[in-house]
T-cell receptor, first 116, second 112 residues
Framework: DTAVSQTPKYLVTQMGNDKSIKCEQN?????MYWYKQDSKKFLKIMFS???????INETVPNRFSPKSPDKAHLNLHINSLELGDSAVYFC???????????????FGPGTRLTVL | RKEVEQDPGPFNVPEGATVAFNCTYS??????FFWYRQDCRKEPKLLMS???SGNEDGRFTAQLNRASQYISLLIRDSKLSDSATYLC?????????????FGIGTKLQVIP
């Protein structure tokens, strides 16, 4: 069984389009994240949700809008895609945020976004 | 100064060698520390947590030095399968929530 899954795995699109990436976890975790890994391989947190509530919102253009319909799902919608949005986007989940000993993050396989 | 700094490498070492990576962090109130491993075109996966007293898992040893604000990872008897990028991760807790910061990663290439 896949613990954290993302769709699609690859996404190639034109500048200016709007696209969504979906993420689901079946681990029963309370917290989910979106990360962006750029061409220099730097992994940077974008958003974090705890039980459907946004708790971390790093400096990300407001073209990026996360949505968490329930604690097992965290989707990412991107409006007006730009060339600089090309990257690998990873979803992750972890156990309750307040538990110091249980914050291992489990990552999805990533979505490779290419904007042409 | 970056929150988490690592030497990106690459570190090219022969099989059987011992190799060590360091990672420095800027926030002295950081509370938990981890090493993750990321294979090429794959997702990061937890390698090991880093405890204050140091900890070992087989050929891997992690150390924490709070006074100098760095963590280290030592790999003994390197295998070809150890080739990967090793990411240092630091958590800072505030208001019941964790802020997770990844280092850029150190690339290790083990050569036959």
């Amino acid at each position: 069984d896949t613990a954290v899954s993302q769709t699609p795995k690859y996404l190639v699109t034109q500048m200016g389009n709007d696209k969504s990436i979906k993420c689901e976890q079946n681990l029963g975790h309370d917290t989910m994240y979106w990360y962006k890994q750029d061409s220099k391989k730097f992994l940077k947190i974008m958003f974090s949700y705890n039980n459907k509530e946004l708790i971390i919102n790093e400096t990300v253009p407001n073209r990026f809008s996360p949505k968490s319909p329930d604690k097992a799902h965290l989707n990412l919608h991107i409006n007006s895609l730009e060339l600089g949005d090309s990257a690998v986007y990873f979803c992750a989940s972890s156990q309750g945020v307040a538990r110091v000993n249980y914050n291992e993050q489990f990552f999805g396989p990533g979505t490779r976004l290419t904007v042409l | 100064r970056k929150e988490v700094e690592q030497d990106p490498g690459p570190f090219n070492v022969p099989e059987g060698a011992t190799v060590a990576f360091n990672c420095t962090y800027s926030n002295s109130a950081s509370q938990s520390f981890f090493w993750y491993r990321q294979d090429c075109r794959k997702e990061p996966k937890l390698l090991m947590s880093v405890y204050s007293s140091g900890n070992e898992d087989g050929r891997f040893t992690a150390q924490l030095n709070r006074a100098s604000q760095y963590i280290s990872l030592l790999i003994r008897d390197s295998k070809l399968s150890d080739s990967a990028t090793y990411l240092c991760v630091v958590n800072f807790y505030s208001g019941g929530y964790q802020k997770v910061t990844f280092g850029i990663g150190t690339k290790l290439q083990v050569i036959p």
